[in-house]
């Protein structure tokens, strides 16, 4: 059974930092794009970054340019999201998702999805 396990979620302050995960397990990421989303409440899930399964290109939303990184390591099947200069209106569930050769900012063109993890920042 795949699987995509977010993990690094917390409550931070504004302008903190914080690492998420993306482990896939049954699925080899090498041939995977993955994208970055985030869903907070009372509002639409919202695309934040994405990368090519070999690593090479990245996409991000306008709104996290410049203070989010996605990076990955296929030798661990996992893919990461630094998040720097938190601000309150990053607060949101973060998830991933994965899709074979491809990556898009629309989540619903993804084939495999993580349950996501929480992320807090105060103000």
């Known amino acids: 059974q795949v699987q995509l396990v977010e993990s690094g979620g917390g409550l931070v302050q504004a302008g903190d930092s914080l690492r998420l995960s993306c482990a896939a397990s049954?699925?080899?990421?090498?041939?995977?794009?993955v994208g970055w989303f985030r869903h907070a409440p009372g509002k639409e899930r919202e695309f934040v970054a994405a990368?090519?399964?070999?690593?090479?290109?990245?996409y991000y939303a306008d709104s996290v340019k410049g203070r989010f990184t996605i990076s990955r390591d296929n030798t661990k099947n996992t893919v990461y999201l630094q998040m720097n200069s938190l601000e309150p209106e990053d607060t949101a569930v973060y998830s991933c998702?994965?899709?074979?050769?491809?990556?898009?900012?629309?989540?619903?063109?993804?084939?495999?999805w993580g349950q996501g993890t929480q992320v807090t920042v105060s103000s």
């Open positions: 998702a994965a899709k074979r050769f491809a990556y898009t900012p629309n989540y619903d063109a993804y084939d495999y």
């Open positions: 049954r699925l080899p990421f090498n041939i995977y794009g």
């Open positions: 990368d090519s399964w070999n690593g090479r290109t990245t």
